[in-house]
DNA sequence: CGTTTGCTTGATACGTATCAAAGTTGGTGG
DNA sequence: CCACCAACTTTGATACGTATCAAGCAAACG
């Protein structure tokens, strides 16, 4: 595969995004200095579970899995966090070590908020508090979500449901069906489903004898989408 | 059981907790009006899931579980609330119903906060955002802890941590053990250990017939805090 | 071209759900 | 005070979904 290009950002594009975007163009000018964007390759970590909360990150481009390891080795997806949303949020407001990992999907663009800047950003401009609180809304919601799923739901409905959402989030129209451009192995999707590897494999070798999904260069592709939509709402 | 005589709570209780401990005697004195003190019984609900999100609650006295009931029938609790954490924060702030019901687990005093006079609190004191972060942020950590223990541990485990944190936070200690002081059936905490009622049991019977745990007056009763810590820890 | 990494399939074991039925408890009203 | 009822608890038998262990296969890579 060759490797693509990628203009860096500008540091100009956080302005657009919350919390920024409540700022006036003096504030702004204030608050930027000290901001840089940072990328990161696919598969790289921009922190791990245990570090010390250096810095928020407010992603640009790209997708970010937020990780959890076991001490068995197992790894569990919390969260997969897009363009818009910030990531270390939780590490960096209550200053204890992150509790999850931060793991690159795609090509990642984030802006770097160091812990004490981000700190005395919200005391100077608490309007700001807004967009982190929206942030946050939305991952409690995620979260409770996922619990629902791991408790009631089987793994073929649970993988139904995060393909679904995938493919919302990084998803492309094509003649065959809805492709999910996120490079994601079996292993991710297994710790997304919170179910293993090979469960993961026969759920999805099924929905593809059946039609509904397959897998084309890596990528995996929705044939189906409403057989997929009727598994995932499947209520027994 | 004779009725306990309670008293109701001033609304000047409401002071002393976050997020109006930011504010000055005056600013209180304007944001107090329109908000008062709502008690409810045991077992009685604040709102139900899908209801529309007419209030937001502060945790005066007692406590509250966050329930979603799923189709089925199943109810799964997400988290249980304390004096001092606020309850209905998702849906009011983002607008929409309420995402799960929040249950009276014992006797409960809230102070009710309008939706609209809660934004209008937010947008004109916007320091009390700081409280509303704290709180969203221990849900995010405690969500977060419940889904990996959901994919990773067996429900002897989850029980065990369950039993250890209502200890935490409604305990006391007596001649032969911890208490725990919140009436609880075995549905509720199969509903917390995402569970059934009959594995709940078959569980605790187990740990009842090594001198874990006990039940006396329906309350549970920890006898033995090390072993319990054990099983909660125990790695495979 | 060999080596690693990810994918796939099979056989088996184990934990938990499910269904069924009976026992216990606390509260109610006669 | 007793009888009754409803809600909760308990135990047993069985079925099912998924983890686990094992082994082979395919594709990517230096």
Redesign the pocket.
């Known amino acids: 595969?060759p490797t693509k290009r990628v203009k860096t950002a500008s540091i100009e594009l956080a302005r657009k995004v919350p919390p920024f975007t409540v700022l006036s163009s003096e504030e702004w000018a204030e608050v930027r200095t000290g901001l840089h964007v940072r990328k990161y390759e696919e598969?790289a970590f921009l922190f791990f579970e245990g570090d010390p909360p250096a810095a928020l990150y407010l992603i640009l481009e790209g997708h970010i899995a937020l990780v959890r390891h076991s001490p068995?080795g197992?790894d569990i997806v919390l969260d997969v966090m897009r363009p818009g949303n910030m990531v270390g949020e939780l590490a960096v407001f209550e200053g204890v070590p992150y509790s999850a990992s931060a793991k690159a999907l795609d090509h990642v663009q984030v802006v770097a908020i160091p812990r004490d800047k981000f700190l005395h950003m919200l005391r100077r401009y608490p309007r700001m508090a807004t967009a982190v609180i929206y942030d946050l809304t939305r991952r409690v919601r995620h979260l409770s979500d996922l619990v629902q799923s791991l408790?009631?739901?089987?793994?073929?409905?649970?993988l139904a449901r995060i393909l679904l959402r995938l493919a919302k989030i990084s998803g492309e129209r094509t003649e065959d069906g809805w492709v999910i451009t996120l490079p994601?192995?079996?292993?991710?999707?297994?710790d997304m489903?919170?179910?293993?590897?090979?469960?993961?494999?026969?759920?999805?070798?099924?929905m593809?004898?059946e039609g509904i999904v397959d897998?084309v260069?890596?990528r995996i592709v929705i044939r189906d989408a409403e057989r997929l939509s009727r598994i995932a709402e499947t209520s027994e």
Chains 1, 2 share one sequence.
């Not at 994601?184 to 297994?190: E, F, P, S, Y």
């Not at 489903?193 to 099924?206: D, K, N």
């Open positions: 595969m598969g068995e197992r408790v009631i739901e089987r793994v073929e409905q649970r994601l192995t079996r292993q991710d999707l297994a489903a919170g179910t293993t590897v090979e469960t993961a494999i026969r759920t999805l070798s099924r593809r004898k897998t260069h890596g």
